[in-house]
């Protein structure tokens, strides 16, 4: 696995034991390869070799460059089972239980890259939402002619009172600054098995609040349609990062707050740990 990571003046690219520092690295140029794994080769070639004593930073930004992110909803029991939930007493709950067994995914706009935070970058609640959650979700890099090539943790950080209370409200409750978080670095190599765990622990006050794993056996669709979906009549000509849906939902009675720390643990891929502004 090769893992890429975004640091202030320069990027660090890792593979296996090995660490180069690379001072003009182009993000935009690896979405836009039709090989991306060639263009991190070259940049190890043309990189420095750094100790791996480099990588062990509490801060990085966001793995991207001018990439739109988007996010796929409802495709675990779990989102759907929630979902269903908050949004019964608005009559909203039908749209959710039908998009789960649709052949039509939901497919949302998430955020620009000057919304994103990258890891150990302060996620954010809105002021106008009273029940909010994070969303570990595994995150893909695809570039701009449609195939992955890479994979990260993202956390589409939502407000569960807006959504629930209208479907139509969506928009508000998924985008606003600081509500999606991704990284710590985009990692290309083989797609993570059904196996691959999501683990999310939220702390407070130093103690556990709520913790909680799933795996990607859970998740319903296929990578392939979801990003096929996206892609349908739509051009990305940076690539786009397209996060795949959450398979962990507090209970009811959970909801952020300032000063939470949410740390995302993807099996291969590292841990992305944002605190709540
Ligand atoms: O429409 C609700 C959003 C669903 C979502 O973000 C998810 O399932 O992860
Ligand atoms: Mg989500």
Same mark, same amino acid.
């Given at each position: 696995?090769?893992?890429?990571?975004? #640091?202030?003046?320069?990027?660090?690219?890792?593979?296996?034991?090995?660490?180069?520092?690379?001072?003009?690295?182009? +993000?935009?140029?690896?979405?836009?390869?039709?090989?991306?794994?060639?263009?991190?080769?070259?940049?190890?070639?043309?990189?420095?070799?750094?100790?791996?004593?480099?990588?062990?930073?509490?801060?990085?930004?966001?793995?991207?460059?001018?990439?739109?992110?988007?996010?796929?909803?409802?495709?675990? +029991?779990?989102?759907?089972?929630?979902?269903?939930?908050?949004?019964?007493?608005?009559?909203?709950?039908?749209?959710? *239980?039908?998009?789960?067994?649709?052949?039509?995914?939901?497919?949302?706009?998430?955020?620009?890259?000057?919304?994103?935070?990258?890891?150990?970058?302060?996620?954010?609640?809105?002021? *106008?939402?009273?029940?909010?959650?994070?969303?570990?979700?595994?995150?893909?890099?695809?570039?701009?002619?449609?195939?992955? +090539?890479?994979?990260?943790?993202?956390?589409?950080?939502?407000?569960?009172?807006?959504?629930?209370?209208?479907?139509?409200?969506?928009?508000?409750?998924?985008?606003?600054?600081?509500?999606?978080?991704?990284?710590?670095?985009?990692?290309?190599?083989?797609?993570?098995?059904?196996?691959?765990?999501?683990?999310?622990?939220?702390?407070?006050?130093?103690?556990?609040?709520?913790?909680?794993?799933?795996?990607?056996?859970?998740?319903?669709?296929?990578?392939?349609?979801?990003?096929?979906?996206?892609?349908?009549?739509?051009?990305?000509?940076?690539?786009?990062?397209?996060?795949?849906?959450? #398979?962990?939902?507090?209970?009811?009675? +959970?909801?952020?707050?300032?000063?939470?720390?949410?740390?995302?643990?993807?099996?291969?891929? #590292?841990?992305?740990?944002?605190?709540?502004?």
């Amino acid at each position: 696995m090769i893992k890429v990571y975004r #640091g202030k003046e320069s990027i660090l690219i890792s593979d296996g034991e090995q660490v180069y520092e690379h001072a003009s690295f182009s +993000f935009d140029q690896l979405f836009r390869a039709s090989n991306p794994k060639t263009v991190l080769e070259d940049a190890m070639r043309e990189g420095t070799p750094v100790s791996a004593e480099a990588l062990n930073k509490p801060n990085w930004l966001p793995p991207m460059g001018n990439q739109e992110v988007w996010a796929a909803g409802v495709t675990y +029991f779990r989102s759907r089972e929630a979902r269903m939930e908050e949004s019964e007493d608005a009559g909203g709950d039908v749209f959710y *239980d039908m998009v789960y067994e649709a052949d039509r995914p939901e497919l949302f706009f998430k955020a620009t890259p000057a919304r994103t935070r990258g890891h150990g970058a302060p996620i954010c609640i809105r002021k *106008d939402s009273t029940w909010d959650v994070p969303e570990p979700e595994l995150t893909l890099a695809i570039n701009s002619q449609g195939k992955i +090539f890479g994979y990260t943790i993202g956390d589409d950080v939502s407000s569960r009172s807006i959504e629930g209370e209208n479907p139509l409200y969506l928009p508000q409750a998924k985008v606003y600054c600081g509500s999606c978080a991704i990284g710590p670095a985009l990692c290309l190599g083989e797609p993570p098995s059904k196996d691959t765990g999501i683990n999310l622990t939220i702390r407070r006050n130093g103690e556990v609040a709520f913790e909680d794993r799933t795996t990607l056996h859970q998740l319903k669709r296929s990578l392939e349609e979801l990003v096929d979906f996206l892609y349908r009549d739509n051009e990305f000509p940076d690539g786009a990062l397209l996060m795949t849906g959450t #398979g962990i939902v507090p209970s009811t009675e +959970f909801t952020l707050q300032s000063g939470d720390v949410v740390t995302i643990t993807i099996d291969g891929l #590292g841990t992305l740990e944002n605190a709540v502004a």
